[in-house]
């Protein structure tokens, strides 16, 4: 019998501001060097929506912050668990800049997000220790695997590991990528299981590209020059990333389904990271190709970019929790089903692990 981590519940926050295309007609845009864009948004906005795949997006209301939201995923995570909150061992909170208020753009890191979500949680018990990871997009399948490591190592028995951001309180409103971003949190519990099969996380491969990659995502003043505000905004290099992406997640992958003893024709589902609706039907056809498949099988791959846009690390577990939930029309995952659970983002980082449902 071995010990293996099994999601036993699972969350997630959905915004209630719905944001469409349409919205961003009355935007100025300009490009990085500050120049203002001399076709009409109704072109710009077009021209985004076919390359990405998001008609609409969703916000948080002006009075929540991400802990809050992270809170909600994270009681939702509870109840459909129905385990006792004070056996939780472990807080696990991925995002990447903490309670940004409304109006302003100042990242809030102190005290930690996990630490006001247990707090909001009113978890009691001093040994539940509550911390974040602040990883770029792929951070909360980096806290799934740092999870499953202290659930193997017998240091842990119940983690909770949540992803949560409010991306549009620091998207640049003069800068075209800001239609990219998105609200919203997602959480899952992790408890250890004996087995003598193997089940739950079954191998995991992360690899970080800081070298020549690291400045692909970063953070800068407007590209609006008469910004009077000393605001930074999130950027980022979508060409160099597109490339980086399609180059380097396809063989990680590949490399976490043979580490799990699998093949292609055993993966069920694809819970892959929401970026660019063009970059994920790309890397998923060269997973597909590193396997000589000729046809590839886009069921596999449950897609919300459309209508929630990129929430970054609440991405991947809002999917899962939606398809467990049997709220995405023709997905389910039951059990015996194997997964991939895949990310990309800042750093650059990506991630992936393998896994079985129980």
Same mark, same amino acid.
């Given at each position: 019998?071995?010990?293996?981590?099994?999601?036993?519940?699972?969350?997630?926050?959905?915004?209630?501001?719905?944001?469409?295309?349409?919205?961003?007609?009355?935007?100025?845009?300009?490009?990085?060097?500050?120049?203002?864009? =001399?076709?009409?948004?109704? #072109? &710009?906005? *077009?021209?985004? +929506?076919?390359?990405?795949?998001?008609?609409?997006?969703? /916000?948080? !209301?002006?009075?929540?912050?991400?802990?809050?939201?992270?809170?909600?995923?994270?009681?939702?995570?509870?109840?459909?668990?129905?385990?006792?909150?004070?056996?939780?061992?472990?807080?696990?909170?991925?995002?990447?800049?903490?309670?940004?208020?409304?109006?302003?753009?100042?990242?809030?890191?102190?005290?930690?997000?996990?630490?006001?979500?247990?707090?909001?949680?009113?978890?009691?018990?001093?040994?539940?220790?509550?911390?974040?990871?602040?990883?770029?997009?792929?951070?909360?399948?980096?806290?799934?695997?740092?999870?499953?490591?202290?659930?193997?190592?017998?240091?842990?028995?119940?983690?909770?590991?949540?992803?949560?951001?409010?991306?549009?309180?620091?998207?640049?409103?003069?800068?075209?990528?800001?239609?990219?971003?998105? =609200?919203?949190?997602?959480? #899952? &519990?992790? *408890?250890?299981? +004996?087995?003598?099969?193997?089940?739950?996380?079954?191998? /995991?491969? !992360?690899?970080?590209?800081?070298?020549?990659?690291?400045?692909?995502?970063?953070?800068?003043?407007?590209?609006?020059?008469?910004?009077?505000?000393?605001?930074?905004?999130?950027?980022?290099?979508?060409?160099?990333?597109?490339?980086?992406?399609?180059?380097?997640?396809?063989?990680?992958?590949?490399?976490?389904?043979?580490?799990?003893?699998?093949?292609?024709?055993?993966?069920?589902?694809?819970?892959?990271?929401?970026?660019?609706?063009?970059?994920?039907?790309?890397?998923?056809?060269?997973?597909?190709?590193?396997?000589?498949?000729?046809?590839?099988?886009?069921?596999?791959?449950?897609?919300?970019?459309?209508?929630?846009?990129?929430?970054?690390?609440?991405?991947?577990?809002?999917?899962?929790?939606?398809?467990?939930?049997?709220?995405?029309?023709?997905?389910?995952?039951?059990?015996?089903?194997?997964?991939?659970?895949?990310?990309?983002?800042?750093?650059?980082?990506?991630?992936?692990?393998?896994?079985?449902?129980?």
């Amino acid at each position: 019998m071995k010990k293996y981590s099994v999601i036993v519940g699972s969350g997630s926050y959905i915004p209630t501001v719905v944001v469409k295309n349409e919205e961003f007609l009355k935007n100025d845009f300009f490009d990085s060097s500050g120049v203002k864009f =001399d076709i009409p948004n109704e #072109v &710009i906005i *077009e021209k985004f +929506e076919k390359i990405t795949g998001i008609k609409e997006r969703r /916000h948080v !209301t002006d009075d929540l912050v991400t802990s809050q939201i992270s809170t909600f995923a994270a009681e939702e995570a509870l109840n459909s668990s129905g385990i006792d909150k004070e056996s939780l061992d472990y807080i696990i909170v991925a995002h990447n800049f903490g309670d940004v208020k409304k109006g302003t753009t100042i990242p809030d890191f102190v005290p930690s997000i996990a630490a006001r979500v247990k707090k909001g949680l009113g978890i009691e018990n001093p040994f539940t220790i509550a911390f974040d990871i602040p990883f770029g997009c792929p951070g909360w399948v980096q806290g799934s695997i740092l999870a499953d490591y202290y659930i193997k190592s017998g240091d842990a028995k119940r983690i909770l590991v949540i992803g949560s951001d409010t991306l549009s309180r620091i998207s640049d409103p003069h800068d075209r990528d800001s239609m990219i971003y998105a =609200d919203g949190a997602g959480a #899952v &519990i992790f *408890e250890a299981v +004996e087995s003598d099969k193997p089940v739950g996380i079954l191998s /995991h491969t !992360t690899r970080s590209d800081t070298l020549n990659h690291a400045k692909l995502m970063w953070m800068a003043a407007s590209n609006n020059k008469d910004y009077k505000g000393r605001d930074l905004f999130i950027k980022m290099n979508g060409h160099r990333l597109y490339d980086y992406a399609l180059t380097n997640v396809a063989p990680l992958v590949k490399a976490t389904i043979e580490k799990a003893g699998l093949t292609l024709k055993d993966i069920n589902k694809v819970f892959i990271h929401q970026a660019n609706d063009k970059m994920d039907v790309e890397m998923l056809k060269r997973v597909f190709k590193l396997y000589n498949e000729p046809h590839t099988d886009f069921g596999v791959m449950p897609m919300t970019i459309s209508w929630l846009g990129n929430s970054s690390v609440a991405t991947v577990p809002t999917i899962y929790d939606l398809v467990v939930r049997g709220k995405m029309e023709g997905h389910s995952f039951k059990k015996d089903d194997y997964a991939v659970f895949v990310s990309v983002g800042a750093g650059m980082n990506i991630n992936t692990f393998a896994y079985k449902a129980v």
